[in-house]
């Protein structure tokens, strides 16, 4: 994050004594980018953030991945992978889709609060496909429903509450082991959003108030688990202390939350290509949307993608809501992944192409992923490959 905020108790001055009104000592921490040389915010907290009392190993299940061998396209259900509507949560339960060495992609249905957790390989964004969940972090909460992106810094703890009754909630979620961002090209030398940029801070929503164990009823004192994903795999940290004891804090190192029905589409007389629907950006992979919108005001104009060989990267849809008319008779539908390979031309299905001419508005709503190197197969692909999409392109007339 590029803009500074500052929310509940925060010294005057960096880096000086700040006590409570009881006056115990403050522990100052810097969680910060780049070796203290990038974004960064400083959190004031009850107790030393070092304490754990013990560490044991913890295994990430279904992390392996496979080869994409012989090269295909491919079409995965994601709701076949969770058959039964959840009752899992989404940090432990999560269902390896794609992956590479840049970013790894997964879904869950959840229905239940996960431990804490903080991710140590890099910053996650996780999109609500349907569903609410809170976003608990010693940054404070964020309330989370369908068509929400949370995205959240690296190792930071925090934990997905769904509340009791409220029915499971569906996240796809994009880890990367780089920072997720805002794509440069939007942002002033200063990092202020430009004015031709699809979306502004204002449609940012930040953590407004500090968030404490006492808050949400749980005993400060209290020994908590939290959950790491590091290189080499996972571990369990129990802390001495309940992680939520920041008093306050401030810098522009945060989660945040964007819903893509803010997102501004950037539209004109002929097809614009993808790069006018980027979101986020990682390093070797953009996070892009397609949301409804006019199309195609030029006499003549066809809506539909042309066909594109994407020669030097991988793309992932995962198609939300609406009608996808360019993939018709593919079976592709909301809860779709398709996997559209470099090395691989693609487009519309039969007839998708013409039958675009002269439409004035689609009712799409879809998130993509082009990675740069290619992407690997998960154990959530394998089992909901549908098997045929490799041939939903031939002409069927004859
Ligand atoms: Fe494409």
Redesign the pocket.
Request: net charge negative; proline share 20%.
């Given at each position: 994050m590029t803009y500074f905020t500052s929310v509940g108790e925060v010294p005057r001055k960096r880096h000086l004594a700040h006590r409570r009104d009881d006056g115990r000592l403050l522990y100052e921490e810097m969680i910060g980018e780049e070796g203290f040389s990038s974004t960064s915010s400083l959190l004031y907290r009850r107790n030393i953030p070092s304490a754990i009392a013990r560490s044991a190993p913890w295994e990430p299940t279904g992390a392996e991945l496979h080869e994409n061998r012989p090269l295909i396209p491919r079409h995965f259900d994601l709701h076949a992978l969770f058959p039964d509507g959840g009752g899992r949560d989404v940090v432990r339960h999560r269902r390896l889709v794609l992956g590479n060495d840049d970013v790894r992609i997964s879904y869950v249905v959840a229905g239940e609060t996960s431990p804490f957790y903080r991710n140590a390989l890099g910053d996650e964004c996780v999109f609500i496909e349907d569903g609410t969940a809170r976003l608990e972090s010693v940054f404070g909460a964020l309330d989370a429903g369908p068509g929400d992106y949370l995205v959240v810094p690296r190792a930071t703890t925090h934990r997905w509450v769904v509340a009791p009754g409220a029915g499971p909630v569906r996240a796809f979620c994009i880890e990367a082991t780089s920072h997720i961002t805002p794509p440069s090209r939007y942002l002033s030398r200063f990092g202020q959003f430009l004015e031709s940029a699809p979306y502004c801070e204002r449609d940012l929503r930040v953590p407004r108030a500090r968030l404490l164990a006492e808050d949400v009823g749980e005993d400060p004192a209290a020994e908590v688990d939290v959950l790491i994903k590091h290189r080499g795999g996972g571990s369990v940290h129990t802390c001495q202390h309940h992680p939520l004891d920041a008093v306050g804090w401030a810098g522009c190192l945060y989660p945040y939350a964007f819903n893509l029905r803010d997102f501004e589409p950037i539209t004109g007389r002929v097809i614009e290509p993808?790069p006018a629907h980027q979101v986020f950006e990682g390093r070797d992979f953009v996070v892009c949307n397609f949301v409804p919108r006019k199309v195609g005001y030029h006499e003549g104009a066809v809506t539909a993608?042309y066909y594109?060989a994407?020669v030097d990267s991988d793309?992932v849809?995962f198609y939300v809501a609406g009608r996808y008319e360019a993939r018709s008779g593919s079976g592709v539908r909301a809860g779709s992944v398709t996997l559209?390979t470099s090395g691989h031309s693609?487009?519309p299905q039969p007839g998708a192409y013409e039958a675009s001419i002269g439409v004035e508005a689609v009712d799409e709503t879809a998130v993509?992923i082009d990675t740069f190197r290619p992407l690997l197969l998960g154990d959530g692909a394998l089992e909901s490959d549908d098997g045929v999409y490799l041939t939903s392109w031939l002409d069927r007339a004859d």
């Open positions: 993808p993608p594109h994407n793309e849809m559209h693609h487009g993509m």
